[in-house]
Structure formats: C-alpha cells, structure tokens
C-alpha cells in the first residue's frame, strides 16, 4: 500500500493526484516561442561580442526556466486520505504551499472544465468550500477526471460525517 510523508498512523491513502500534463503546454509555448530572441541575434550579426554574452545568459535562463516547470510539475500534488485533504504546491524552487483540510471542513464541491482542451483530455478545476462559510476555498487545479474526484471526495464526506455522528 502506498504512503506519504507526515501520513498519521490509522490514515489510509484514498489517492495522490498531479495537475494533468497539458498544463505544461503553456509553459513549453512560451519557451518555444522565446527561442525567436536568439535567431534574430544571430540574423544580426553573428555571436561575437556582447552577443555572445547574451545568447549565453540567454540560454542558461532558458534551461533554468525550463527545469523550474518540471520541479514545479512533480512536486505539486493533491492528496486525499479518509481524513483529510492536503493540497502541496510548489511555486518555485524555494517556494512551497502547503494547505490541508479536515474531510468534515469540507461543505461544496465544484468541478470547472474550462475549454476545449480540457474537455478533450478531460481535466478541470475542482474548488471545495469549506465550513466555516468564511474560510478560503480549496482549488485542485487541472486535475484529471475531475468529476470522478468530485464524486470521491462527495462520498468520502459523506461517510466521514456519518461516522463522526454515529461514534
């Protein structure tokens, strides 16, 4: 059976999510189209002095940004268990947020397909509202079945306030 770190003893794994892989798409479209800047240096002139200079800063960037988008990636994660939902997200290299819910917090789900794209592939935003009314919301972003989880999640509740109220 699968675990995670700072997983409690009498907790089970119910699933461990990431954002699906198309949102990746937009990053590398960025990228691809930043590489344009070096082509028309080297339309003007060639690489020597200062050109060189900056196709060379130029390209170290590129590759940083390019490693930062999959440290990001694989590092960002949804995890629920039969108690709680912990949301790890990781916005740089030095930067994570980390936000975890009691499953009896939790008081509406929506689940978001935005696009084309997304219905295509089948990914969406599932956003949980959380008691009290006041709280922050929870978005799991660019998961993949969302209505699936969404269905999960509902169940999950369901049987975790029963239980809460039965014992």
């Known amino acids: 059976m699968k675990s995670f770190l700072g ?14 892989p198309a949102v990746l798409f937009r990053s590398f479209l960025w ?9 028309i240096i080297l ?6 002095g200062w050109r060189g200079d900056f196709l ?7 590759f940083l940004v390019l490693i930062r988008c999959f440290f990001a990636y694989f590092r960002s994660r949804y995890i629920l268990t039969d108690q709680r939902l912990i949301k790890i997200e990781q916005k740089g290299f030095f930067h994570q947020l980390l936000s975890e819910v009691a499953l009896d917090k939790i008081q509406e789900t929506t689940c978001e397909i935005k696009g084309p794209v997304a ?7 599932l956003v949980l509202s959380l008691y009290p009314a ?11 079945e969302p209505k699936k989880v ?11 306030n029963k239980q809460k109220r039965a014992g």
């Open 43 to 48: 339309q003007s002139g060639g690489v020597g």
């Open 119 to 125: 219905a295509l592939f089948d990914f969406g935003d």
């Open 31 to 39: 990228l691809a189209l930043s590489l344009v800047i070096p082509f």
């Open 7 to 20: 997983q409690r003893p009498d907790e089970h794994l119910i699933f461990d999510l990431r954002r699906h």
């Open 56 to 62: 060379l800063v130029f390209f170290l960037l590129f």
């Open 150 to 160: 969404q269905q999960q999640i509902n169940n999950l509740v369901s049987d975790f």
């Open 134 to 144: 006041n709280e922050k919301k929870i978005v799991l972003e660019a998961i993949e």
